[in-house]
Nanobody, 121 residues
Framework: VQLQAFGGGLVQAGGSLRLSCVAS????????MGWFRQAPGKEREIVGA????????YYSASVKGRFTISRDNAKNTMYLQMNSLKPEDTAVYYC???????????????WGQGTQVTVSS
């Protein structure tokens, strides 16, 4: 499975961005896809995840109510709609996929290359 994330950029605090993650290859085994982020000097952390079938979602406490994960199975694409962005949301955002449910980094097998999101104050 190959994943490609894009859509990052520079935005002012309070603004919005939408990230996309396109999956290709042997995607039929995908059970869950997730968004992670890594800020400078910090460990990579989960932002949220979505079941590929059914669409059940999980969000970390820091983004719940502001971010929304969705997917388009026909396009093999997952989205991360980010609203009310804060400077502390600044990070490189990665998408990942797994054939089992999980919210930890080690639960995910395939990773995209990351896209930078910078929120200015």
């Amino acid at each position: 499975v190959q994943l490609q994330a894009f859509g990052g950029g520079l935005v002012q605090a309070g603004g919005s961005l939408r990230l996309s993650c396109v999956a290709s290859g042997r995607t039929f085994s995908t059970y869950v896809m997730g968004w992670f982020r890594q800020a400078p000097g910090k460990e990579r952390e989960i932002v949220g995840a979505i079941l590929w079938t059914g669409g059940t979602t999980y969000y970390s406490a820091s983004v719940k109510g502001r971010f929304t994960i969705s997917r388009d199975n026909a396009k093999n694409t997952m989205y991360l709609q980010m609203n009310s962005l804060k400077p502390e949301d600044t990070a490189v955002y990665y998408c990942a996929s797994s054939n089992k449910w999980g919210i930890n980094i080690n639960d995910y097998t395939y990773w995209g290359q990351g896209t930078q999101v910078t929120v200015s104050s």
